[in-house]
Each structure stands twice: as structure tokens, then as C-alpha cells.
């Protein structure tokens, strides 16, 4: 009778036992993945014709039950887009939002003037099409100077953009949520922006000169649109996304020793 008592609470010791080993893997279950977005299955190409006065856009990819190109559309007229950038999107039900920024160059009566022009992009996806609409629903006016051979820079993160072009000394730094301008940057003697860049954490560097004068600088800022950095030298950003030309970058060898300093952060109280 011991020996099956015995027998009885060791296969009992074994089954508690698998339980334990068992029983923590199903709190540990990874969540499900997010689920993408309704246009995640397509893309958005865009081409303009000579001067780039009009800005063309047609939507291609494929839903759940057809592929193809299915929308498209035009932007503008400008006097010159000189640069074109999409925002983050928004998701409601099977409608994805999001913003088109344009910048034109050539604007204005002596087509100097800068102007950033912002469009919303409606996509509504069905399992077998997708309707796409752009409509413009800001304008604002930029203090820079344009014409149309200038070069517009701009860059962006999730609350602001960066804009400046080759004819102003200083960029502008542009709040999405509100379009409110702030111009940034800026040097004694002048030297005017020659690239705007950025990473994929939110990092973004304006840089100047460098091309003619030989005179170059750089200011950086963060994610939350604060600067963070700015100094000698013609320093750019790189991201995981798009190769940057050096067509557009000019060069430089300064490195000032200054900014090779760890500061240690004050201690919270």
C-alpha cells in the first residue's frame, strides 16, 4: 500500500510539474502583429512636366482582390515646386489621410517668392479599388528667397518640417500641427543653406555655404524640433531610406574639437 502511495505522489510531483512548465508559456504569447494599414498593398508615383509647374500623381499596387493602377491626380499649378515631401498617415476605418507638402519657388509676382502649399491625400480602400482624391487645404507664405534656378532643401519629422533654399541665409522650421514659422540658423558673415537633411529617428541638420565661399556650418535639431548642435563644417545626415547624392552636398574637412565633449547630465533632484 506505501509502495502505491508512493507511486501515487511522484506521478502526481511529475503532472504539477509539466503544469509549471507549461503554464508560464501562455502568458509569455507575443501579441498579434499590428494590423497594417488599409494601403499598405499600394503606392503613389509622382512626375511633372517641364518647369515642374504641375505636379501628376497615380496610385498602383493591388487590394485583396484586384491589382493595377487605380486613382490619380495633379497638383499645382506652381511657378516652380521646388520640393515635395509626404507626412506620417492616418488611419479611420478603411480611409488612410495624410499630407503632401509642396514648396514652390517661383512664386509671387517676381517669381522669387517661396510658398509651401499643403495638400491632404483621402485614399478609401475596398477589397477591389481604391479611390484617392487630393485636395489643397493650406497656403503659406515663406520668408525666403526663391526664383527658378534656385535649389530648395527640406526635410521633416513627425511634428515639423525644415525648408530653406541656396538664395536665403537662414531656413525655416515649420510646426505640421499648426503651420506656425520659426526661422533658424544663420551666420556672421552670411552664408546661405546649401542641404537640409535628416535620420530616421527625427534628427535634422541644416547645413550652409560651403560650395562658393568656402565658409561652412551646420545646425541640428531633434525629434521635438529643438536644436541640439550647431558649429563649424558642412555636416549632413543620413537615413535608412533614401541615398543621399553628393551632387548637392558640399564638402568640408573641419572638425572642431569643441564638440567632442561628454557633458554629464544634472542628477535629478
Do not use: H
Amino acid at each position: 500500500m506505501a509502495k502505491l502511495r508512493n507511486q501515487f505522489a511522484l506521478t502526481s510531483l511529475i503532472f504539477l510539474l509539466a503544469i509549471a512548465a507549461v503554464a508560464p508559456a501562455y502568458g509569455q504569447n507575443a501579441a498579434p502583429p499590428p494590423t497594417p494599414p488599409p494601403d499598405s498593398t499600394l503606392y503613389t508615383s509622382y512626375f511633372s512636366g517641364s518647369g515642374y509647374q504641375n505636379i501628376s500623381w497615380v496610385v498602383c499596387g493591388s487590394t485583396q482582390q484586384s491589382s493595377g493602377c487605380y486613382s490619380s491626380g495633379s497638383l499645382g499649378p506652381f511657378g516652380r515646386a521646388g520640393a515635395l515631401i509626404e507626412g506620417n498617415q492616418s488611419v479611420q476605418g478603411n480611409t488612410v489621410t495624410r499630407a503632401i507638402y509642396v514648396v514652390d519657388i517661383g512664386s509671387g509676382s517676381g517669381g522669387n517668392g517661396v510658398t509651401l502649399y499643403v495638400y491632404k491625400k483621402t485614399d478609401t480602400v475596398t477589397s477591389s479599388y481604391d479611390t484617392a482624391v487630393t485636395t489643397l487645404t493650406k497656403t503659406v507664405t515663406l520668408p525666403l528667397i526663391g526664383g527658378r534656378t534656385a535649389i530648395c532643401s527640406m526635410a521633416a519629422n513627425n511634428g515639423y518640417l525644415f525648408i530653406g533654399t541656396n538664395q536665403s541665409p537662414q531656413a525655416v522650421r515649420v510646426q505640421k500641427s499648426n503651420l506656425t514659422l520659426t526661422q533658424v540658423g544663420g551666420f556672421s558673415p552670411p552664408i546661405n543653406v546649401t542641404s537640409i537633411t535628416a535620420d530616421k529617428y527625427g534628427y535634422v541638420a541644416v547645413t550652409f555655404g560651403g560650395f562658393t565661399s568656402g565658409l561652412s556650418g551646420n545646425y541640428e535639431f531633434g525629434p521635438n524640433g529643438q536644436g541640439v548642435g550647431d558649429g563649424g563644417g558642412a555636416w549632413f545626415m543620413l537615413n535608412n531610406r533614401i541615398g543621399l547624392s553628393t551632387t548637392t552636398l558640399p564638402t568640408s574637412d573641419f572638425m572642431p574639437a569643441e564638440r567632442l565633449v561628454v557633458r554629464p547630465k544634472t542628477a535629478p533632484q
